[in-house]
């Protein structure tokens, strides 16, 4: 939580996913923002949301590349 100076906290949220097109990143941090907002009290101007992208050949499940599991599926 960043304090804004004014005695107001800002929440602050990171979220790590795969590679996700621009309007679907656009649809989640509305949503994540929306709910954190309802939950906190926090006015959505105040809420911070932060996406880090990982391509599915650098993220493991069960030591498992996810591309390898992905291809696994289909």
């Given at each position: 939580?960043?304090?804004?100076?004014?005695?107001?906290?800002m929440?602050?949220v990171?979220?790590?996913?795969?590679e996700?097109?621009?309007?679907?990143?656009?649809?989640?941090?509305?949503?994540?923002?929306?709910?954190?907002?309802?939950?906190?009290?926090?006015?959505?101007?105040?809420?911070?949301?932060?996406?880090?992208?990982?391509?599915?050949?650098?993220?493991?499940?069960?030591?498992?590349?996810?591309?390898?599991?992905?291809?696994?599926?289909?």
């Amino acid at each position: 939580i960043i304090n804004n100076g004014k005695d107001q906290k800002m929440p602050v949220v990171t979220l790590e996913l795969l590679e996700q097109t621009k309007e679907k990143k656009i649809e989640i941090t509305k949503k994540v923002t929306k709910l954190l907002s309802e939950l906190t009290s926090v006015p959505e101007n105040q809420i911070i949301v932060f996406i880090k992208e990982n391509s599915a050949d650098n993220v493991s499940a069960g030591g498992v590349l996810l591309s390898e599991l992905m291809w696994e599926d289909k």
